[in-house]
C-alpha cells in the first residue's frame, strides 16, 4: 500500500471515455484519475432541461452518453446553436467566470453527464497547478477554435455558453 | 452564485431556530461532539498534505493513513519535549508538581489579600483576607467527596470518545469527496448545480472557521508566549499554547488560560508577587489584541454575521448548551446561516421548482411508458396482458 505510488495507474473504461474528450485529452491515468474523483454523475431523461439561459453557472457538463441541444433565444424565436454529441463538453465559461448562462441546454436523448464544478476546478488550480494548466489550455483552445469559426463564417457565436 | 440576495426575517428565524436545536443535539451528544470537532480541525490542516500525497501516485487509503500517523507522531514527540523541556521548579513526582503549583496559587491569593488589606484599610476591617480564607478551606475540606470523585469519573468518560478524534480525521480525509458527491447524488437534476454551490458553502465555512481559529491560536501563542518570556515565567511557549487553546472557548477559556498563567507565575516567583501581576498584565495585553486585531483579521472574516446577532448568540449557546455550546455557536450559526439562505433561495425559485415537477413528470411518463393505468381501472386487459394471452 505504502509503494502503491510506483504502480502504474490502470484505466478504466470510464477513464477512457474521459480521455477521449478534448478537454481531458492531455491527462495522464494518475491526473485523470485525480480529476474524476471530482466529477459527478448525472442523468438526464429526453427532453429534460440540463439548465436555462440566463441562469447562474457553475459548472462544465461532459457528455458521457446520449446528445444535448445547445439553444437560444434570439428576437422572439429559439434558435438551435448546437447539438452536441458524446465526448463533448458544453457550459465551459462558468468555468471560467461566473456569469449567466448565455444559452439553454436540454437532453434530446437520454443522457449520462460528468459535471464539473468550477469551485472544484479552482480547488485543483490552487492544488494542482499541472493539470489546472492543462485543462485551461483545452478551454482555450476550445474557445479560439469557436472564435475562428466565428471570424470565418460570421455566424453568431457557436456553443455560446 | 448571487449574494446580493439577502434572507429575509422568515428565513433568519428559521435559522436561528435550527441552531438552537443543533446546540440542544449537540448537548446531548457531547462525548460525540468534541472528537467531531477535533476531527474537524485535524482534517483541515492535514487536506493539504493529504492531496499532494494523492497527486504523488499515493491511493486516498495510503495518503489519509500516512499523513494522520506522521501527524500524531509528530505531535507525541513535540508533546515529549514540550513535557521533559521544563525549566520551572523540580519536584521528584508529577502529583507534587501539581501540589507545588495549587500551593503557589493559594499563597498568590493570601499574599493579594493581605497586600490589598494594606493599602485599603477598609478591606481590613471587612476581613477580607480571613473571608476568602475561610471559603477555600470550605471548598478544599469538601473537594474529595464533593468533586474528586465526579472529575475522575468524567476523565474516564472522555478519554476513549477523545481517542476517537484520530479515526474521524482519517475517515474525513479518505472519505470526504466521497461523501460529497453521495449527498450531491440525491439531489434532483433541477436543483443540483445550486446544491453542489451550498455544499461548497457549507465547506468553506466550516473551513475558513477553523482556519481562522487556528490562525488565532498560533497568533496568540507567540505574543503570550513572548509576554510571558520577557516578565521571566517558566515554559512561556507551553503555557501560551495552553491558553491560546483554552481561548477556543468564548469568555469560560480566557478566565481559565489567566488562572493557569498567574498559578504558574505565582508559583515561579513566590517572594515576588508582581511578576504574577505582570503575567495578568500580560494576559489582558493579549486578550485585547485579540480581540481588537487578531480576531477581526482572522475569525472576524470567516463569518459574515452581524456583530450583535454573534455576541447575542455566544449568550444563547451558552445558556442552552453550556462551555460547548459557546465554543460552537459561531460555526453552527454559520453553517446554518448558509444552508437557510441558499435553501430559502431555491425553495422560492419557481422555474427551478417547475423545471423539477417536469422532470418528475417525464420520469413517471417513462416509468409508465407500457403502463395503461386508465384502462388498469376499469377492469379492462391492458395491451400487453392481452398480448401475454394471444
Redesign the interface.
Known amino acids: 500500500?505504502?509503494f502503491?505510488?510506483?504502480?502504474p495507474?490502470q484505466m478504466s473504461p470510464r477513464l477512457h471515455r474521459l480521455k477521449n474528450s478534448a478537454l481531458f485529452s492531455t491527462l495522464t491515468p494518475?491526473e485523470l484519475k485525480?480529476v474524476d474523483?471530482?466529477l459527478?454523475?448525472?442523468r438526464?431523461?429526453?427532453?429534460?432541461?440540463?439548465?436555462?439561459e440566463g441562469?447562474?453557472?457553475?459548472?462544465l457538463y461532459l457528455l458521457m452518453s446520449g446528445r444535448v441541444r445547445i439553444s437560444r433565444l434570439h428576437e422572439g424565436m429559439t434558435q438551435v446553436v448546437a447539438e452536441l454529441e458524446p465526448g463533448g463538453f458544453f457550459g465551459d465559461l462558468a468555468l471560467l467566470d461566473?456569469t449567466p448562462r448565455n444559452a439553454q441546454a436540454r437532453a434530446i436523448e437520454p443522457c449520462e453527464m460528468a459535471?464539473f464544478?468550477r469551485?472544484d476546478f479552482l480547488g485543483l488550480m490552487e492544488?494542482?497547478a499541472v493539470i489546472g494548466y492543462k485543462i485551461s489550455l483545452a478551454l482555450a483552445r476550445h474557445i479560439g477554435r469557436r472564435l475562428r469559426e466565428w471570424m470565418g463564417t460570421g455566424r453568431p457565436q457557436l456553443e455560446a455558453l | 452564485m448571487n449574494n446580493g440576495e439577502r434572507a429575509g426575517p422568515v428565513v433568519w428565524t428559521g435559522i436561528i431556530a435550527a441552531t438552537c436545536l443543533l446546540l440542544l443535539v449537540v448537548k446531548q451528544l457531547l462525548w460525540l461532539a468534541l472528537p467531531f470537532i477535533f476531527g474537524t480541525v485535524l482534517h483541515y490542516i492535514l487536506l493539504g498534505p493529504m492531496q499532494r500525497m494523492v497527486r504523488a501516485g499515493y491511493g486516498r487509503n495510503a495518503a489519509a493513513l500516512l499523513v494522520c500517523l506522521l501527524f500524531f507522531a509528530l505531535a507525541s514527540l513535540a508533546l515529549a519535549a514540550a513535557l521533559s523541556w521544563n525549566d520551572g521548579p523540580e519536584e521528584e513526582s508529577w502529583e507534587k508538581t501539581i501540589g507545588l503549583y495549587l500551593d503557589g496559587g493559594v499563597a498568590f491569593v493570601h499574599n493579594t489579600m493581605t497586600l490589598l488589606e494594606a493599602r485599603f484599610p477598609v478591606l481590613a476591617e471587612m476581613h477580607l483576607t480571613s473571608s476568602v480564607n475561610k471559603a477555600f478551606r470550605t471548598y478544599t475540606d469538601n473537594f474529595a467527596q464533593e468533586h474528586l470523585g465526579e472529575i475522575l469519573v468524567g476523565v474516564a468518560t472522555w478519554i476513549p470518545s477523545l481517542l476517537l478524534a484520530p479515526f474521524l480525521t482519517f475517515f474525513f480525509l479518505r472519505d470526504g469527496l466521497r461523501f460529497k458527491r453521495f449527498l450531491a447524488r440525491a439531489v434532483p437534476n433541477a436543483y443540483f448545480e445550486r446544491s453542489l454551490y451550498l455544499l461548497h458553502e457549507v465547506d468553506q465555512t466550516a473551513r475558513r472557521y477553523f482556519e481562522g481559529l487556528l490562525k488565532l491560536t498560533v497568533l496568540d501563542t507567540a505574543v503570550l508566549a513572548l509576554g510571558l518570556w520577557t516578565i521571566g515565567v517558566s515554559s512561556p511557549l507551553l503555557l501560551g499554547l495552553i491558553s491560546a487553546v483554552l481561548a477556543w472557548v468564548p469568555f469560560v477559556g480566557s478566565v481559565a488560560g489567566c488562572v493557569l498563567v498567574v498559578i504558574v507565575a505565582s508559583t515561579d516567583a513566590p517572594s515576588n508577587p508582581f511578576v504574577a501581576y505582570g503575567a495578568i498584565g500580560v494576559f489582558v495585553l493579549v486578550r485585547l489584541l485579540d480581540d481588537f486585531v487578531f480576531m477581526p483579521l482572522t475569525l472576524g472574516r470567516s463569518l459574515r454575521v452581524h456583530p450583535l446577532v454573534t455576541v447575542l448568540m455566544i449568550f444563547v449557546g451558552g445558556a442552552l448548551a453550556g462551555v460547548v455550546g459557546l465554543m460552537l455557536v459561531l460555526p453552527l450559526l454559520g453553517v446554518v446561516m448558509v444552508i437557510g439562505e441558499t435553501l430559502g433561495r431555491l425553495v422560492t425559485n419557481p422555474r427551478l421548482r417547475a423545471r423539477h415537477r417536469y422532470a418528475r413528470a417525464l420520469r413517471t411518463r417513462q416509468a409508465s411508458v407500457d403502463l395503461d393505468i386508465a384502462r388498469e381501472r376499469r377492469g379492462a386487459p391492458t395491451p400487453n396482458a392481452e398480448q401475454a394471452a394471444k
Open positions: 500500500m505504502i502503491g505510488f510506483l504502480k495507474t494518475l485525480i474523483g471530482l459527478h454523475e448525472r438526464y431523461l429526453k427532453d429534460e432541461i440540463v439548465f436555462d441562469e447562474e453557472g457553475q459548472a461566473n459535471v464544478f469551485a492544488t494542482d
